[in-house]
């Protein structure tokens, strides 16, 4: 089966999901015509990308639902978010790099695929990126500071402070919603000073942004897409953003 039609029948399984709260795994055979080994290879992808629970005879969301915000928006176009962040691994320098990573859903996705590299020194103020890097053989570097909730992230002073003393050969941002807006925004005041930072204290500067950014706006604008270098996306891009940016910056589009 083509990889499209795998990828748009996990899409409506979540979007199911989403909807009962549950998915029997025969349910699921008889709604998209495949056999229910199948299905249960669908349930097994998507667990392990914390999308899903596997629970008997089908699947429920993850409960990881329960640790906030920003887990619950890494389950929101999180194929678009998968391709985006597999373009991201082919930009990572050598090994002995060191790696700045802020905070949002689609850096955190990126950071379940770097755990499983070796000899990269991350530097981060993301809780889910520590949290994903805990275990792993590369060393980390935690900024600290005021624990935001919404954001799962740490920011003010002390963390600005303690990024400012650094070098990175890269880092990896996102981005909040930016239609309207001439740069990559934040939703609130505080990622503000920590956000320009990384881009200040990076020989490379990276976003990741699924199409859906492009759809909505943000409070605060953060920098001019002058200051980055690339920006990493999927093919939903509005056709008017895709023309702008490509006169700014180096444009990929995940697909």
């Given at each position: 089966?083509k990889?499209k039609?795998?990828?748009?029948?996990?899409?409506?399984?979540v979007?199911?999901?989403?909807?009962?709260?549950?998915l029997?795994?025969?349910?699921?055979?008889?709604?998209?015509?495949?056999?229910?080994?199948?299905?249960?290879?669908?349930?097994?992808?998507?667990?392990?990308?914390?999308i899903?629970?596997?629970?008997?005879?089908?699947?429920?969301?993850?409960?990881?639902?329960?640790i906030?915000?920003l887990?619950?928006?890494?389950?929101?176009?999180?194929?678009?978010?998968?391709?985006?962040?597999?373009?991201?691994?082919?930009?990572?320098?050598?090994?002995?790099s060191?790696?700045?990573?802020?905070?949002?859903?689609?850096v955190?996705?990126l950071?379940s695929?770097?755990?499983?590299?070796?000899?990269?020194?991350?530097?981060?103020n993301?809780?889910?990126?520590?949290?994903?890097?805990i275990?792993?053989?590369?060393?980390?570097?935690?900024?600290?500071?005021?624990?935001?909730?919404?954001?799962?992230?740490?920011?003010g002073?002390?963390?600005?402070?303690a990024?400012e003393?650094?070098?990175?050969?890269?880092?990896?941002?996102?981005?909040?919603?930016?239609?309207?807006?001439?740069?990559?925004?934040?939703?609130d005041f505080?990622?503000?000073?920590?956000?320009?930072t990384?881009?200040?204290?990076?020989?490379?500067?990276?976003?990741l942004?699924?199409?859906?950014?492009?759809?909505?706006?943000?409070?605060?604008?953060?920098?001019?897409?002058?200051?980055?270098?690339?920006?990493?996306?999927?093919?939903?891009i509005?056709?008017?953003?895709?023309?702008?940016?490509e006169?700014?910056?180096?444009?990929?589009?995940?697909?």
């Open positions: 089966m990889t039609h795998i990828e748009e029948r996990r899409e409506q399984i979007n199911i999901i989403k909807q009962k709260g549950t029997d795994t025969e349910e699921a055979s008889r709604i998209f015509g495949v056999s229910s080994e199948t299905i249960r290879q669908d349930f097994v992808f998507l667990e392990k990308k914390g899903l629970e596997k629970v008997y005879g089908g699947a429920k969301l993850s409960s990881a639902d329960e906030g915000p887990i619950t928006r890494q389950k929101e176009n999180f194929l678009a978010k998968d391709h985006i962040v597999r373009k991201a691994l082919e930009f990572l320098p050598d090994s002995d060191i790696i700045g990573m802020d905070t949002g859903s689609t955190a996705l950071a695929y770097l755990s499983r590299r070796e000899h990269l020194l991350l530097v981060t993301s809780h889910p990126v520590m949290h994903n890097m275990n792993s053989n590369n060393r980390l570097y935690a900024l600290g500071g005021e624990y935001n909730k919404s954001e799962m992230s740490y920011c002073e002390q963390a600005v402070h990024l003393k650094l070098s990175l050969d890269i880092c990896f941002l996102g981005t909040s919603g930016v239609l309207n807006r001439n740069g990559i925004c934040s939703k505080e990622e503000i000073r920590i956000k320009q990384y881009l200040k204290r990076s020989h490379r500067k990276i976003v942004a699924d199409s859906s950014k492009f759809t909505k706006a943000s409070l605060v604008e953060v920098a001019p897409w002058g200051d980055v270098d690339i920006l990493i996306t999927d093919s939903g509005p056709a008017n953003a895709k023309k702008m940016l006169s700014v910056l180096t444009l990929v589009i995940a697909e």
